[in-house]
């Protein structure tokens, strides 16, 4: 490769020709480079452009790719987050029979059981709640069932009943276990019913009755009309009982009015109690009665003097001094 006269870069070759009489001709070839080359750049050219379009093409295809392969990742992705805000009832379509389809198959295993534990720890816990409710007043259930530290309280103005069912030991020793249990379990169905209706608070299981409580978590103005007439009420759900199960049931109860104190007794089994003056009488009222019947005490009969009927009922010793004791006989 020369440059020839016009400064141009050439291939040239030469060579003797033989066979002439003058040895000094010679045959000279000359050609330009570009020319000569030509071929060469064409190839280079065209496998540069080749290459170039095969990697666009290849990452064109890799993201396509990349988008096909990661979309039941995405969902996988997108489900995960679902559970972990709760919702269990998830379920990712299978549209691949590879190892991503595997594991889809086995996140829908998990999911659904994560969704049958979800649903047997919700009744349990709706278990919980209403046995803890039958232990207690609502409210404090709540709390309870929450985890909250429940403090000893003192409530003014609260109403107290305790209740019994006279006859019922009596009718278990004459009835069978199931006819038994039908009659004291629909007693206490009822009474449950009534003591909402009029806005009664349950304290805690009694045998054979009912200890409750109005303006206790709730403060109502009306605590003591509630609670007789929540008492005349059951009184007259022992009735309708008699004349349908043909027994001879019959009520004795105990009310009174005033401050009382209340807190969970016992760790870590605790029961809900109610303790005072107030609850201590009525207690000792509806125990020490002769004969069946609703008794207040003497703040019971003040306050619905003008609109509930009384009669006197005797006295009866507290903490060394006598407290009257009336007898609830109807509405005015």
């Not at 988008?67 to 990742?73: G, T």
């Not at 009664?200 to 103005?221: A, F, K, Q, W």
């Given at each position: 490769i020369i440059k020839d006269y016009l400064g141009s870069e050439t291939v040239q070759a030469y060579a003797p020709i033989e066979g002439t009489w003058d040895p000094r001709w010679a045959i000279i070839a000359k050609i330009t480079t570009a020319e000569s080359f030509a071929p060469e750049a064409v190839f280079t050219r065209t496998v540069v452009l080749a290459t170039t379009a095969i990697i666009f093409?290849?990452?064109?295809?890799?993201?396509?790719?990349?988008?096909?392969?990661?979309?039941?990742?995405?969902?996988?992705?997108?489900?995960?987050?679902?559970?972990?805000?709760?919702?269990?009832?998830?379920?990712?379509?299978?549209?691949?029979?590879?190892?991503?389809?595997?594991?889809?198959?086995?996140?829908?295993?998990?999911?659904?059981?994560?969704?049958?534990?979800?649903?047997?720890?919700?009744?349990?816990?709706?278990?919980?709640?209403?046995?803890?409710?039958?232990?207690?007043?609502?409210?404090?259930?709540?709390?309870?069932?929450?985890?909250?530290?429940?403090?000893?309280?003192?409530?003014?103005?609260?109403?107290?009943?305790?209740?019994?069912?006279?006859?019922?030991?009596?009718?278990?020793?004459?009835?069978?276990?199931?006819?038994?249990?039908?009659?004291?379990?629909?007693?206490?169905?009822?009474?449950?019913?009534?003591?909402?209706?009029?806005?009664?608070?349950?304290?805690?299981?009694?045998?054979?009755?009912?200890?409750?409580?109005?303006?206790?978590?709730?403060?109502?103005?009306?605590?003591?009309?509630?609670?007789?007439?929540f008492a005349l009420e059951c009184e007259r759900i022992v009735e309708r009982t008699n004349s349908e199960a043909g027994t001879d049931l019959q009520l004795r109860a105990g009310i009174d009015n005033g401050t009382i104190n209340s807190g969970l007794i016992g760790q870590p089994s605790f029961i809900y109690d109610l303790w005072g003056t107030a609850v201590n009488l009525a207690s000792q009222i509806k125990d020490g009665a002769t004969r069946p019947g609703i008794y207040a005490t003497v703040r019971i009969r003040d306050v619905l003097a003008e609109t509930t009927e009384f009669e006197p009922a005797g006295r009866i010793d507290v903490a060394g001094r006598e407290e009257p004791v009336w007898r609830v006989t109807g509405r005015r």
């Open positions: 093409v290849v990452c064109l295809l890799a993201a396509v790719l990349a988008r096909v392969f990661l979309r039941p990742i995405r969902r996988l992705e997108a489900g995960v987050a679902r559970i972990s805000a709760g919702d269990f009832n998830v379920a990712i379509p299978v549209e691949t029979r590879d190892e991503i389809g595997d594991l889809t198959e086995g996140f829908n295993e998990m999911s659904r059981n994560l969704a049958v534990k979800a649903d047997l720890l919700a009744e349990r816990r709706r278990e919980i709640s209403r046995l803890l409710k039958s232990l207690m007043p609502h409210a404090v259930a709540e709390k309870v069932g929450r985890g909250d530290v429940i403090t000893p309280r003192e409530h003014v103005n609260v109403s107290v009943i305790f209740l019994d069912v006279v006859g019922l030991d009596r009718i278990q020793a004459e009835l069978d276990s199931e006819s038994f249990l039908a009659i004291a379990s629909e007693l206490s169905r009822q009474f449950d019913a009534a003591g909402e209706e009029y806005g009664m608070e349950r304290v805690r299981p009694v045998r054979n009755g009912y200890m409750g409580s109005c303006g206790l978590t709730v403060p109502r103005l009306d605590n003591i009309q509630r609670t007789v007439e």
